[in-house]
Nanobody, 125 residues
Framework: QVQVVESGGGSEQSGGSLRLSCTVS????????MAWFRQAPGKEREGVAG???????MYADSVKDRFTLSRDNAKNTVYLQMTGLTPEDTAMYYCAASRGSWERFLLREQSYKFWGQGTQVTVSS
């Protein structure tokens, strides 16, 4: 049974930083794809950052140069380092896992079978 657990969310002021963690059990994060998604109130869930088995990393345009996704195979954990936060980054952030190693669809919601419960990120101006 695959379990995905996020942590690290919280409140931060505009310009600040947060690091989200996603720890997985029942699945090795370096054998498939891992991604972060977010959903703001009244908006659809969107892909933020993803990494596949071959270390291909992809970011949404809105977070490029501000967010960094990394993977620690020994801890079976992926991280999302978020810097330069703005109120537009306020959302529930979800971690997702897939046994497939995606490229073109790395940030597509339908590519992922296993999801965490989410962690809230709130950025105030």
């Amino acid at each position: 049974q695959v379990q995905v657990v996020e942590s690290g969310g919280g409140s931060e002021q505009s310009g600040g930083s947060l690091r989200l963690s996603c720890t997985v059990s029942g699945f090795s994060v370096n054998t498939g794809s891992m991604a972060w998604f977010r959903q703001a109130p009244g908006k659809e869930r969107e892909g933020v950052a993803g990494i596949n088995r071959d270390d291909l990393t992809m970011y949404a345009d809105s977070v490029k140069d501000r967010f960094t996704l990394s993977r620690d195979n020994a801890k079976n954990t992926v991280y999302l380092q978020m810097t330069g936060l703005t109120p537009e980054d306020t959302a529930m952030y979800y971690c997702a896992a897939s046994r497939g190693s995606w490229e073109r669809f790395l940030l597509r919601e339908q590519s992922y079978k296993f999801w965490g419960q989410g962690t809230q990120v709130t950025v105030s101006s």
